[in-house]
């Protein structure tokens, strides 16, 4: 209680709605910055998908066109089917995440990658100041939520004798 009064005066919060709103400023700032760090390593998982692909694609795609030019050749197949397994996913990975868009280069998903990584780091740094400013805001309301009905409580005993 006494480190609940101190936070109280330190961030001047004497009436009890300022506290209602502190807290539910600190909540929302925290569950920003999560939903931008989840949305950032959806991006990160996205890329890493795509630069995988990437390379694969770009290994064996000499193979399949060797393949194609075969017409289909079921010898052709049988030896290199790892290289035409693998070139068929990465063609299927492109679909899957790209959805018609443009195929980007290798240059620009490893910038991106970089950029996300950055863009992560900073977004968690004020993620854990925020979650820790919504962790005492909220337990300092907590308590004076609790000491509240303590004394409401209290007063109705002595009002019942």
Known sequence: MAAAVQY????????YSDLEKKADETTTRFHTLSDKIKAAEAAMKRNAELRTALADYAKTRSVFLEYKLKKYSRKYLAEHKAEISAYRAAQATFRRVLDGEKLPKMNTLKTEGQRLAADKKVAYAEYRAARKDMRVAVVTKANIDRLFSLTDRRTNKEMER
């Open 8 to 15: 109280l005066q330190e961030n001047s919060l004497l009436d």
